[in-house]
């Protein structure tokens, strides 16, 4: 299956997994990554992203709802097998990560 043309929005929100991507890595303890591991690790992330979104979208419409909201969230969360306490220590320690940490990941 051939990708699509990327629009400002798709290289915006790559640009952003790419930086997201450099920073766990970074917290985790990589000082380098490959191009290649960065794009993919990337892609990866961008599917989950979506994923969280369609199926809290998906639990809004089960309730009959037209807007989602935090236990929509939280129930595809729970689905996922993804920990609300893991997600919040992740935040705090974020809070903590220089915004420009990609630069300090070297990429070959």
Do not use: W
């Not at 709802?65 to 236990?71: Q, V």
């Amino acid at each position: 299956r051939g990708r699509r043309a990327m629009n400002a929005g798709d290289s915006f929100a790559r640009s952003v997994s790419k930086t997201v991507v450099a920073q766990i890595s970074k917290e985790l303890g990589f000082d380098l990554i490959s191009e290649v591991a960065l794009d993919s690790l990337s892609d990866i992330f961008v599917k989950y992203i979506e994923e969280i979104g369609q199926t809290s979208h998906n639990n809004c419409e089960s309730a009959r709802r037209t807007e989602a909201n935090f236990n929509d969230v939280k129930a595809t969360f729970k689905d996922l097998g993804v920990s609300l306490d893991d997600l919040v220590i992740f935040a705090r320690m974020a809070e903590d990560m220089p915004a420009g940490v990609c630069g300090l990941l070297t990429v070959c």
